[in-house]
């Protein structure tokens, strides 16, 4: 599989505080990356860094082989935990939205069969995420797990190279976040997305991903402990999309059944 | 039961709201009428007939010098310059607020003139007003658009910056210029802060037209109350003070009205 993204030596610094150091990694196409790691350790620092919210302060990131544009662009999908969806649109307006802005710069809006088309294209998305039933409910009438598959609709018919998940199902309660880990799984493999996904739940980051990483700090100083960084302290690879039931793995794949 | 638990049903809670209004209103005309006893051409507290006779003449009978009815001529001047006032302090609002509010250069630009004006009482600037523009209309208007407009601008920006990050990032993810993600995610998130703004900014407004109309006009609820003061004639002056609290109930009631109706979601339609 090709390198969809990749880090060079990079380092992410405020001030004298080192956040990120020596970070080199290479994530492929279709892979469907893990993130865990202590709070601290540059777990949003790293989904901020491939959002282009901020530039490393040394290194390069390469989409594709070109540098990545210190700007957040339609190229990268995004589900936050919380505030992901527009509360004053309804679920069908909230999705048309990424494809209202790419054509029409001036307005932001669509009209007749552009529109139309556009309307159909975001319907066949959220029947896919399972909300065809809501296209008229604002955010607000909808339930936690509603709003986080609007959310993933709403990036995903902007076709992303790749999908980032900032803690996705952490604001959930377990009955809908399993639920939802069989949506994203299925999505991942009809869409062949690539993901990049932020957790703090281990059994979740290795169920559902085909490789974990783990964030930490290599050395600690304790007299200075903001002059180390974190850098990818375990790279674990689990499977690759093509295995349907990790047959070796069951001390780690808690939900065999569920998941697959 | 604990106060605090205590809830009011809606018909009682109508009465409740009635009874300290219809408390006042009998204490008045106690009063009233014991001062009528003592001297029945008292003019400090007029009787409630005494209002209905003056006010009856403001309304139904055409004044002989312009043949117009006065009551009528006041209101309607008076609306037209709080209008007129309170609509360019909102297209402000909504324009350099969004600006203010979305774009870091345009804040750090405009932020601290806007504070600036917004800080400056806009009764000092009256005099500045009549000199720059005369006695006319501009002046009451300009007045009452430097009165309000920094106050609403500055509540705009510092609800569009108060948005939620992840909706600033996703719209960008989603394609979004500055210019969609002001016009798509900003404005109408903006909308209902916009229309409660004009709620609190009428109470002000007021203060300045009124202000205004004291001071050089010819017409105006604000010119008639300060110019039968000089006759005493409380039988006029408070039904006008009436008056202008009834058509501010109703500005109020509308926006609110407006508010709920054009945006929903804004108002904790939950699932």
Known sequence: ?260 | MRWVNRQVRRGDRLLLGALPIVLLAVIYIVVAASRHAVNPSDKILPLPGTMAQSMAALIFVPDQLTGQLVFWADTLASLQRLGIGLGISTLMAIMVGLALGVLPPVRATFGPLVTGIAVIPPIALLPILFIALGLGETAKVTLIVIGIAPVMIRDIAAHVAALPREQIIKAQTLGASSWQVMIRVALPQAMPRLLQAMRLALGPAWVFLISAEAIASDVGLGYRIFLVRRYLSMDVILPYVAWIAILAIVMDVTFAFLSRKLFPWAHGESH
Request: glycine share 8%; charged share 20%.
């Open chain 1, 1 to 260: 599989m090709s390198t969809l993204l990749s880090f060079r030596d990079v380092w992410v610094e405020y001030g004298d505080r080192i956040i990120i150091e020596k970070l080199n990694l290479d994530i492929e196409a279709g892979s469907f990356v893990s993130i865990v790691g202590p709070s601290g350790a540059g777990k949003s620092s790293f989904l901020r860094l491939i959002l282009g919210q901020e530039a490393p302060s040394r290194g390069s990131i390469l989409l594709d082989g070109t540098p990545l544009a210190p700007e957040c662009g339609p190229d990268r999908g995004v589900v936050f935990q919380r505030y992901s969806v527009f509360p004053h649109l309804s679920a069908l307006r909230n999705t048309i939205l990424g494809m209202e802005c790419a054509q029409a710069p001036l307005s932001g809006r669509l009209f007749g069969a552009a529109r139309r088309a556009a309307q159909d294209e975001a319907t066949a998305m959220l029947n896919a995420v399972g909300l065809g039933h809501s296209l008229d409910l604002y955010p607000a009438q909808m339930s936690g797990g509603m709003q986080q598959r609007l959310a993933i609709a709403q990036a995903l018919v902007k076709r992303p190279r790749v999908l980032l998940l900032d803690e996705p199902f952490g604001a959930l309660d377990p009955g809908i976040r399993a639920d939802m880990h069989v949506l994203i799984r299925n999505l991942w493999r009809e869409y062949s997305l690539t993901i990049v996904m932020v957790t703090h739940d281990i059994r979740e980051a290795f169920t559902l991903g085909t490789r974990v990483l783990a964030l930490d700090k290599r050395r600690h100083d304790p007299h200075a402990p903001h002059r180390f960084g974190a850098t990818a302290v375990y790279d674990i690879p689990l499977r690759n999309r093509d295995e349907t039931a990790p047959a070796n793995n069951d001390d780690i794949t808690v939900d065999v059944i569920r998941n697959n």
